[in-house]
């Protein structure tokens, strides 16, 4: 492993688990059983390692790795990287980030069938959405989250469901949005949410397999940033992770199963468009 390679693992809170084969995400167990309140509350700590910070007042998590150097080192280099992400945060609030992910996505679980105001849950739903800055293309791409949990322990099941955004924000317009694009935010992120219920619901129903084909699997809506350092770089888009589990393909889009840790961004059940993937390789 470069030393460039585990500043960055450092920098992410990753480098505990780098050398652990991490699981994969498996089925919600208990199906058409299971019961659901949704936790209204901001992201707790467990989903906000260093440096990722949470955009006040909001259930927006924010990512951006600027102000990381091999030469300062993983511990001050990820110092920096937090500093820089916290400014970026407070700058955001408004716009984009004005909008409610907890009642949007309140509102597509019900529309979707699924009571999410059980007095008696056995789990709760927490919505919230990533917001990644990728330098290689100078944009932020978001994407929204469900993080399921067994009431009554961190010992019970947990699970997260993911869905990416189409549309990526340029770096230029993402503090200072036009009411147009704020609105068209809003209507992406309402479908999104109705898109990411319905994978939910179709869990339940015990439509999806637990694993699938397996896979090597690169999108920039899950690594936007290049790797390395002293002038040696690994690009975006020229990343991937392996052993993802592809568990259905329809409409345009592909339905994957992420292994990781729970701190892992990209660790869940993701949703994307099909057109948001530039590696799709069979593993053998």
């Known amino acids: 492993m470069t030393l460039a390679r585990l500043a960055l693992l450092f920098s992410l809170g990753l480098a505990a688990s780098a050398y652990a084969r991490p699981p994969l995400p498996t089925p919600l ?32 998590i924010m990512m951006q790795f600027k102000g990381g150097n091999i030469l300062l080192g993983p511990i001050f280099g990820g110092m920096n990287v ?68 067994a009431v009554g322990g961190k010992k019970g099941w947990a699970g997260r469901y993911l869905v990416h955004l189409p ?24 479908a999104s949410a109705d898109a990411l219920s319905n994978v939910l619901a179709r869990e339940l129903r015990g439509e999806l397999p637990a694993t699938g084909r397996d896979v090597r699997f690169g999108s920039l809506w899950l690594i936007g940033n290049k790797i390395g350092g002293m ?4 690009l975006a888009k020229d990343q991937a992770l392996d052993h993802v589990q592809v568990i259905d393909e329809r409409d345009g889009n592909t339905l994957v199963r992420i292994p990781g840790f729970a701190s892992h961004y990209w660790f869940g059940t993701h949703l994307f468009k099909r057109n948001q993937v530039h590696t799709l390789v069979d593993l053998k």
């Not at 901001?42 to 909001?58: F, R, S």
């Not at 002038?231 to 690994?234: D, H, K, L, V």
């Open 167 to 190: 549309t990526a924000i340029p770096f230029a317009q993402f503090t200072s949005p036009s009411p147009a694009q704020v609105a068209a935010f809003s209507a992406e992120l309402t």
């Open 29 to 60: 167990p208990d199906g058409a059983k299971a019961t659901f309140t949704v936790d209204t509350t901001p992201p707790d700590k467990d989903l906000l390692p260093n440096p990722y910070v949470l955009v006040p007042g909001t259930s927006y």
């Open 231 to 234: 002038g040696i770089y690994t």
């Open 82 to 149: 937090k500093h820089n992400s916290k400014e970026l945060a407070k700058s955001s609030v408004g716009g984009y980030m004005g909008m409610d992910v907890v009642a949007i996505a309140a509102m597509s679980l019900g529309l979707a069938g699924i009571d999410s105001g059980a007095k008696d849950a056995s789990y709760t739903i927490k919505p919230y959405a990533y917001v990644e800055q990728c330098g290689d293309d100078q944009v932020y791409r978001v994407a929204l989250a469900y993080q399921v949990n």
